[in-house]
């Protein structure tokens, strides 16, 4: 691996960035849209870029931290251009076209997109029970109302005044991940590891009595029983931002140059 770079600029890039500086193996580029180059400068201290090619010059690796947005301008020119791609975007993927064009850029660039664990665990178990087969995957997510603030959780309910946990999403997780783009890639990263986006089921929940992110993985299938529940909290600058998905976006950049991975 020789030079990393960022994709994004806010509290989930800064982690990165910070976390990776501490570490020993600093990112040297961050890759921002045309006119956010002074912002990104100043917000990660790394030399600003705007182009795929211009990032392939400065690193080989880069860390999508930039929302679904960020992978769907960015991604398979990156990919195309010789890097490989970190994303903590997973929900992006439910867009099979989006999904085709990372594939044919990984194809032409000899590269490979790499899917951040995020704000989730369990899903190295899930991924091997779908090995044997799977009957039942469901996903369950739980946040505060204001957790919900800007998604189409507000056109089904009065998040403001909610006295008890309400869900205001029960479907599929492709169904999710396209309408709750800001607040579903732990659906779609359970998709992906078990029986796809169509067949998981998902329930997205507002608890004014939760005080942490829940995320819940109910799974059933040829190797048993699994049922894993994560309570998860914020970054510190940022109430919407998962620290855990930023940790896993360090731990997945480590695990490049690691000589034992897990």
Same mark, same amino acid.
């Given at each position: 691996? #020789?030079?990393?770079?960022?994709?994004?600029?806010?509290?989930?890039?800064?982690? *990165?960035?910070?976390?990776?500086?501490?570490?020993? #193996? =600093?990112?040297?580029?961050?890759?921002?849209?045309?006119?956010?180059?002074?912002?990104?400068?100043?917000?990660?201290?790394?030399?600003?870029? #705007?182009?795929?090619?211009?990032?392939?010059?400065?690193?080989?690796?880069? *860390? @999508?931290?930039?929302?679904?947005?960020?992978?769907?301008?960015?991604?398979?020119?990156?990919? &195309?251009?010789?890097? @490989?791609?970190?994303?903590?975007?997973?929900?992006?993927?439910?867009?099979?076209?989006?999904?085709?064009?990372?594939?044919?850029?990984?194809?032409?660039?000899?590269?490979?997109?790499?899917?951040?664990?995020?704000?989730? +665990?369990?899903?190295?178990?899930?991924?091997?029970?779908?090995?044997?087969?799977? @009957?039942?995957?469901?996903?369950?997510?739980?946040?505060?109302?204001?957790?919900?603030?800007?998604?189409?959780?507000?056109?089904?309910?009065?998040?403001?005044?909610?006295?008890?946990?309400?869900?205001?999403?029960?479907?599929?997780?492709?169904?999710?991940?396209?309408?709750? =783009?800001?607040?579903?890639?732990?659906?779609?990263?359970?998709?992906?590891? &078990?029986? +796809?986006? @169509?067949?998981?089921?998902?329930?997205?929940?507002?608890?004014?009595?939760?005080?942490?992110?829940?995320?819940?993985?109910?799974?059933?299938?040829?190797?048993?029983?699994?049922?894993?529940?994560?309570?998860?909290?914020?970054?510190?600058?940022? =109430?919407?931002?998962?620290?855990?998905?930023?940790?896993?976006?360090?731990?997945? *950049?480590?695990?490049?140059?690691?000589?034992?991975?897990?």
């Amino acid at each position: 691996m #020789t030079g990393i770079g960022i994709i994004g600029h806010g509290a989930i890039a800064r982690y *990165v960035a910070q976390a990776l500086a501490m570490g020993g #193996t =600093p990112a040297s580029a961050v890759l921002a849209r045309p006119g956010r180059e002074a912002a990104a400068q100043a917000a990660l201290g790394l030399v600003p870029v #705007t182009e795929a090619r211009e990032m392939a010059r400065h690193a080989r690796l880069v *860390v @999508d931290c930039a929302g679904h947005a960020g992978l769907s301008a960015n991604g398979a020119a990156l990919l &195309g251009a010789g890097c @490989d791609v970190i994303t903590l975007s997973l929900g992006a993927l439910a867009n099979d076209m989006l999904k085709e064009a990372l594939k044919q850029g990984a194809e032409a660039g000899g590269t490979t997109l790499h899917l951040a664990s995020g704000a989730i +665990g369990a899903l190295d178990a899930l991924a091997a029970a779908a090995i044997g087969g799977l @009957d039942h995957v469901c996903y369950t997510g739980t946040k505060p109302p204001a957790g919900w603030a800007g998604s189409p959780a507000e056109e089904v309910l009065e998040l403001a005044s909610l006295t008890e946990a309400t869900a205001h999403f029960t479907g599929t997780a492709r169904q999710a991940a396209l309408s709750y =783009p800001k607040n579903a890639n732990v659906a779609a990263a359970v998709a992906l590891a &078990g029986i +796809g986006f @169509d067949a998981t089921e998902v329930c997205l929940i507002a608890d004014p009595a939760a005080a942490q992110n829940i995320h819940r993985i109910e799974a059933q299938g040829a190797f048993g029983r699994l049922d894993f529940i994560i309570s998860g909290n914020a970054l510190p600058d940022n =109430p919407k931002s998962s620290a855990l998905a930023a940790m896993s976006a360090v731990r997945a *950049v480590r695990n490049q140059t690691a000589w034992m991975r897990l």
